[in-house]
């Protein structure tokens, strides 16, 4: 008997779980309102790195990221670099760039960095590459 009890709570947390993934990846946008997001997984799983517009510089990012999702709510544009200037305090490095979903509604994320990302980053392989944030195009 217990353990008939048992494997029934098993199967509502089960169910419980899966409807809240799928709820998630029909319903809201993947990356938060004025953000610009890592996901240390591919297709945007793992641990999520994001920065808003008011922390421009995303310097401590850790090399982790393996897909990438952007909304910026002012800025149409986030630009995610492979590098960091220490002198110049700045994004250095390679770079790719995905729209804002709210803003633009397109390209604005990518499930795998390794085989390019945004429109401008074709080829290069950004898996656990990228160090710094950059929001462009704000209004
Ligand atoms: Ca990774
Ligand atoms: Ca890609």
Redesign the pocket.
């Known amino acids: 008997m217990k353990r008939t009890i048992l494997a029934v709570i098993f199967g509502v947390a089960t169910t419980i779980g899966a409807v809240g993934l799928s709820a998630s990846a029909a319903g809201a946008a993947t990356a938060p309102s004025g953000y610009m997001c890592g996901y ?2 591919q297709t945007y799983a ?1 641990h999520d790195y994001c920065v808003s517009l008011d922390t421009v510089h995303w310097a401590a990012f850790p090399n ?3 897909s990438a999702a952007a909304n910026g709510k002012n800025c149409s544009w986030s630009r995610y670099w492979s590098g960091w200037g220490r002198l110049t305090q700045a994004p250095a490095g390679d770079h790719f760039t995905l729209y804002s979903e709210v803003k633009v509604g397109e390209n604005y994320r990518d499930p795998n960095l390794s085989n390019g990302a945004g429109f401008d980053g074709a080829g290069i392989n950004f ?2 590459t990228i160090e710094s944030s950059e929001f462009l195009k704000c209004a």
Request: no cysteine; glycine share 12%.
């Open positions: 240390e997984d793992g982790t990221a393996s898996n656990d």
